[in-house]
């Protein structure tokens, strides 16, 4: 599969979104919603669940599947209140010393008028913050796409998955190629250039684990049951590891796990 075909695979409509993975890998799922602040974004999802006989935090950026969904839930773009509300639980998470665990799939952060008034990149900034320094595990998993900081936002943690075919980047390809290349048409250059894959990001050790994916993974036929079997066993065993701990140790280990990216012997 080629750089292109695996964007295209990653924007797949009939992948599943986070509510998928949280109606199928955890139970007992209490959403809560709102900042506290100015309103509650649809674009986000999140709450209190069980992972088997733990209470865990889950948060998820949540694009829908058909088009009235993707509408409600303004197509994965997070607005400032959306981060607000992921900071909320993830503050309340450390609290009742409950894990946190993310599922990203966002093209990025809402950029309208809106979401500027409303201090869009402040809100990203408080979640980087918070995130470095939150008392509890977490795990993000990147499920589709992983746009800028509107996924880094939900991606500061102890571990960050990555489903094999989903990306995660700075840009977007069809940005990267407009910006550098004066040419969108050569997206699939420039998804290259990038290494936002998940095996050029394994390598460079920005995430720790690639989560293969069965096949046909977004089509109507695609038996989801035993992915999502086997995804909810390795969370399971991960987050009982990190509960064991000392909460000191995990901040300093997440803090030089951010530290230690960008320096490498050679050029990839």
């Known amino acids: 599969m080629d750089a292109y075909e695996k964007i295209r695979c990653a924007r797949k409509a009939g992948r599943p979104t986070a509510k998928d ?79 946190v665990i993310c599922f990203v799939d966002t093209q990025g952060a809402s950029c309208g008028q809106g979401a500027e008034k409303r201090g869009a990149g402040q809100a990203i900034a408080d979640n980087l913050y918070e995130l470095m320094t939150l008392k509890t595990p977490v795990i993000s998993i990147m499920a589709g796409e992983g746009g800028s900081g509107g996924a880094l936002a939900l991606a500061i943690a102890d571990e960050v998955w990555m489903l094999e075919n989903a990306y995660y980047s700075v840009v977007s390809p069809e940005a990267c190629a407009s ?43 695609c038996a989801l049951e035993p992915f ?34 960008g320096k490498y012997e050679d050029i990839v």
């Open 21 to 99: 993975y949280i109606n199928s890998i955890f139970t007992g799922f209490m959403e809560l919603h709102g900042d506290r602040t100015f309103g509650d974004d649809h674009a986000v999802v999140g709450g209190v669940a069980w992972l088997g006989d733990m209470p865990v935090t889950v948060i998820g950026i949540e694009k829908g599947h058909s088009l009235d969904e993707r509408v409600y839930r303004n197509f994965g773009c997070v607005l400032p209140e959306g981060y607000r509300k992921a900071q909320r639980l993830m503050k309340e998470a450390e609290k009742f010393h409950r894990p």
């Open 179 to 221: 910006i550098l290349f004066k040419d969108s048409s050569r997206v699939a250059e420039a998804a290259d250039h990038l290494k936002m894959f998940a095996d050029d990001l394994l390598k460079l050790e920005i995430i720790e684990k690639v989560i293969p994916e069965p096949e046909n993974f977004g089509e109507p036929e």
């Open 228 to 261: 999502m079997d086997e995804l909810k066993m390795a969370l399971g065993e991960r987050i009982s590891e990190l509960m064991n701990v000392p909460e000191q140790q995990l901040v300093l280990e997440r803090y030089g796990r951010y530290r230690r990216i």
